[in-house]
Nanobody, 115 residues
């Protein structure tokens, strides 16, 4: 029933790595731009990275060089490889998809970076 399903969040020490995954329902017939946003406690939701339907990525300045966004070929599946994690990366990470029918969001997956 849910349009997007996320996984991969958890607790990791500073300097560690996590890989987030997001898959859209097969009922979506076209390949759409997708991305990752995050919301830290007491902060607004912010863009982390996004990727076009053709695979062109963009990143926020705070994660450039540490995170890599990618997608499966010809599918609405997106991944976020997060390396060299910092405490400031802590938050709830949300998957986003922009389709012709509107904007869709996942439920969010928690990422906590702490020693």
């Amino acid at each position: 029933q849910v349009p997007l399903v996320e996984s991969g969040g958890g607790l990791v020490q500073p300097g560690g790595s996590l890989r987030l995954s997001c898959a859209a329902s097969e009922r979506f017939s076209s390949i759409s731009p997708m991305g990752w946003y995050r919301q830290a406690p007491k902060n607004q939701r912010e863009l982390v990275a996004d990727i076009s339907a053709s695979g062109t990525p963009t990143y926020s300045d705070s994660v450039k060089g540490r995170f890599t966004i990618s997608r499966a070929n010809a599918k609405n599946e997106v991944y976020l490889q997060m390396n060299s994690l910092k405490p400031d990366d802590t938050g709830v990470y949300y998957c986003k998809m922009l389709s012709t029918g509107g904007v869709y969001w996942g439920q969010g997956t928690h990422v906590t970076v702490s020693s």
